[in-house]
Structure formats: C-alpha cells, structure tokens
C-alpha cells in the first residue's frame, strides 16, 4: 500500500495566487534530508491587479488531457480568494486527476503567509495561531488578510486537511543582526510594539540560496549571493554563508524598492505633505484590516502603476509603451542598484554570485541588462546572447553571465515558492507524526 500523501502548496502573492500540488512519502528516519515532493499540477491566477485576472491549470504527468488550461481570462475573480475558490472548483470536477477523488485526500495545505511576526518556523493553523496570525493584517496589508480568507476557504471547504503557516519573515528572523533589524527610534517603545524590520520573500530566498548553491557545487553554508526577488512586490536580499543579513523590506513589505503598486522607501514625511488627512482610517480598509489613508496611499496607489498606469511591468518595453516608462525604467534601476552597492560592501565583496528572480527578474532581459550594466564596476558582467535567450535553455538556474574564474556570477534563479513549502512540510517529522 502507497503511503504517499498530497501536499497542496497555496502562495497568495499581491497580484497572483499561485498552487502546486504535490505526492511525497512521509520523511525518512535515517536520512535527514527527507524526500523531495514530486510535483502532479501547478495552477496559477494572475493578472489580480489588472484584471482580466489569467487561470492557467497543468497536469505534469500528462500533457495532453483535456483538464489543462493555458492561459483563461476569468473576469468574474476579482480577489485572492475567488482565484482559490475558482481552482478548488476547478480541481473537483478534474476527473482526469487520478491522485485526487476528493478534497479529503489532500493531507496537508502549505500557505504562504508573509507576515509571520515572531514565528521562526512553520505553525499548524489551529485557534491560537490564526488569532496571532489575524493580528498582524495591518502589518502587511497587501498579503495577510487575502492569504488568511484563503486559511479559511481551506479550513471550511477541506475539513480533513492539515494546514501550515509558512512565512516570508523566518528566514531572516534568526540571522538577521540586531542592528540591522532595528529602527533608529525609542527601543522601549519599539521593542513593546513590536516595530523593528522583519524583511519578506524569505520563502522564496530559501528556494534561492538552496538551489544556487546546488548549482555553484558548494554548501548552503558556503554560499553568499546577492538575490533580487523582482515581481509585483520587489525586494533585494544580501545572503552571507546561506544565511540572510539583510533584507530591503521592513516591518511591513513596503519598505525597500518600488512595486506596482507600492511606494517603497520615500522620505518618511513625504505622506504629511501628500495629504492633510494621512492618519485617518481609510474607507477601502475592511473589519480584518484597520490601514490609513497614508497606508492605503502608498501600498495600493503607488510604485510604477501610479506613474503609468498600469501594473504590468512588460508593457514599459513593449512596441507603445505608455507615457513615462522609460522614467519608471530607470527610476527602477536606480534603486535596484542603491541595494547591490549596499549589499556588496555588507558582504564585503564576497558575492558568489547577483541573482535574478521573481517575475520581472526572470522574464525582462531589458531590465537585467540596465541593472547589470550599472554594477559592472563591481566585477559583475552579463553574456547578452545569454541574458536575451533564456527560453531556450532548461534549469531551475541559469547562467548569463560572462565566464571567468575569479568574476562573481550573475544568474537567473525560477523562484518557486510552493515548492520551498512542501519540500520543507515534506521532511518535517512533526507534521507528520500528527497525522
Ligand atoms: N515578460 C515580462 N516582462 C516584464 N515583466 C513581466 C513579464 N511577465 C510578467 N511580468 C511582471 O511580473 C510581475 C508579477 O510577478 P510575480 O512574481 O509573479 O508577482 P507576485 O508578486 O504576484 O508574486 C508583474 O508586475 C508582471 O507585470
Ligand atoms: C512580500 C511581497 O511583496 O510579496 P509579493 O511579491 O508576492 O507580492
Ligand atoms: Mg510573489
């Protein structure tokens, strides 16, 4: 008899909802590595943001059923929550998907949840740790309330299924120094709100590091990179030995680069001069979430689509570009670059390698070669045959850079962010051991 069990990885991004399903056997005894999840179906909503939101469904093993969807516009989903609604409908009519008669036979739902506060690991959602979890929605107000409303589809609609919190925020909670982690304002005040920078996408960093390091041939340990995880939230992480030091995000995911719809760093005044009415609650905030009109301002009527209109980044170099793309272009770059310059005098110039991930890292050669052009004078340099004809190769990493021995790599990592999950619910022995 298969003891093989199905892991559903559920990661609510800010434009996108994202859904791998995996079969793993529970984790090994004497290894300590565990077993890798073998993947069934990946499925993504996106588009969230500018909508018509895109449904694509994939079944791995078989290429050819009549179940997959590669690219339907869905108008009637319009949140996080009707795209997981959609699929989980979806899903149960797929009679094609052998592995999965009912929702019951699901095991264990993965959620990525990004604000995970003081969490330094992954939690079973239980009573006590989704009223911690509810109360950090205002601390990211893009992320926690749409992926908990998701917590809570799964919880009604898969009653059997075990769910997990996995956060953005563990993997630089323990590693990341005291003095970086603090804000230059009263400590005892700071310490009793909970204000000091938390740094987000460490999910996805994790995924990084593991997978580069497989790729250079070194130990996780070994390696030091500097990642940029560029999708509808961009952050930039500087890894030392496999570890975060430090991230462009902070107590909440607005701090640190420009994203679609989000500000990033801007003079801290800068809302007083804005608007008069900054602190007030805004009206677009719901019960779950208490935000401002300053909040509001700069998480959700912000970053480059208040600029141009949109939040799709590839229209910047399309054939008709809207007006103001190339400002938006290199307002982008430039602060890509204020953190690869920070970043490489934190590491102290021992960068194996600047990696490229997320969903503009892995598909704008345009913007790879201008952020890449403008660090060449830290050693880094790009292969633009390499860089414009990623398509054509195969890997989770690629390379395109120039070769030499001595120059740090410049690569492209494909950042999956589920799979980060269910490998890690895959050999984690507690989990299982409650089953
Ligand atoms: N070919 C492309 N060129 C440039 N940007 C792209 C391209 N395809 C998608 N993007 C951008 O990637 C972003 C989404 O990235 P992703 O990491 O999937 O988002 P999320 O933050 O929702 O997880 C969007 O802003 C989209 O415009
Ligand atoms: C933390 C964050 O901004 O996530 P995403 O890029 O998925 O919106
Ligand atoms: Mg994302």
Redesign the pocket.
């Known amino acids: 008899m298969s003891t093989a069990k199905l892991i559903l990885a559920i990661n609510a991004?800010?434009?996108s909802v994202k859904l791998s399903l995996y079969s793993s056997t529970p984790p090994d005894s004497e290894r300590k590595t565990g077993n890798a999840p073998c993947l069934i179906l990946q499925s993504s909503v996106s588009n969230l943001t500018s909508p018509p939101a895109v449904f694509s469904y994939t079944h791995t093993e078989n290429s050819s059923t009549s179940s997959n969807v590669k690219s339907k516009e869905l108008p009637d989903v319009k949140s996080q929550d009707d795209a997981f609604k959609h699929f989980l409908e979806y899903l149960s009519k797929d009679s094609d998907l052998k592995q999965v008669n009912s929702g019951e036979d699901i095991t264990f739902a993965c959620h990525r949840i990004?604000h995970g506060g003081d969490y330094e690991r992954p939690v079973v959602i239980n009573e006590k740790s989704l009223n911690y979890l509810k109360e950090l929605t205002d601390l990211a107000p893009?992320?926690n309330s749409p992926a908990l409303s998701l917590v809570q589809t799964t919880l009604k609609q898969l009653p059997k299924t075990t769910n997990i919190a996995y956060f953005?925020t563990s993997f630089h909670t323990l590693s990341m120094p005291e003095h970086i982690k603090t804000y230059p304002v009263n400590l005892e005040h700071a310490r009793r709100n909970k204000i000091r920078k938390y740094g987000?996408?460490g999910i996805s960093y994790s995924f990084i590091v593991t997978e580069v390091a497989e790729y250079l041939k070194k130990s996780v340990e070994e390696t030091s990179i500097i990642a940029l995880?560029l999708?509808?939230?961009a952050?930039a992480c500087a890894i030392r030995n496999g570890k975060s030091l430090d991230n462009s995000?902070g107590l909440t995911?607005l701090e640190g680069l420009p994203?679609a719809t989000r500000s990033g760093t801007v003079d801290p005044s800068l809302v007083f001069h804005y608007t008069s009415n900054a602190g007030r609650i805004s009206h677009s905030g719901t019960e779950d979430m208490q935000i401002s009109k300053a909040e509001e301002i700069l998480n959700k009527k912000s970053g480059w689509s208040s600029i141009i209109g949109t939040t799709d980044f590839s229209k910047l170099k399309s054939d008709s570009p809207p007006p103001h793309s190339e400002l938006v272009f290199d307002l982008f770059v430039d602060r890509i670059h204020n953190y690869i310059g920070a970043y490489f005098v934190k590491l102290r110039g021992k960068v194996d390698a600047l990696v490229f991930a997320?969903g503009i890292g892995e598909k704008s050669f345009e913007l790879r070669e201008a952020v890449v052009d403008g660090v060449q004078c830290l050693g880094f340099s790009l292969n633009k045959r390499a860089n414009e004809n990623i398509e054509k190769e195969n890997g989770i990493v690629l390379n395109i850079g120039e070769e030499s021995a001595r120059a740090p790599k410049v690569l492209i990592c494909s950042t999956d962010e589920q799979f980060e999950m269910a490998r890690e619910c895959a050999r984690d022995k507690e989990f299982w051991s409650k089953l």
């Open positions: 991004g800010s434009s990004v893009l992320h953005d987000f996408h995880h999708g509808s939230g952050s995000m995911p994203g997320g």
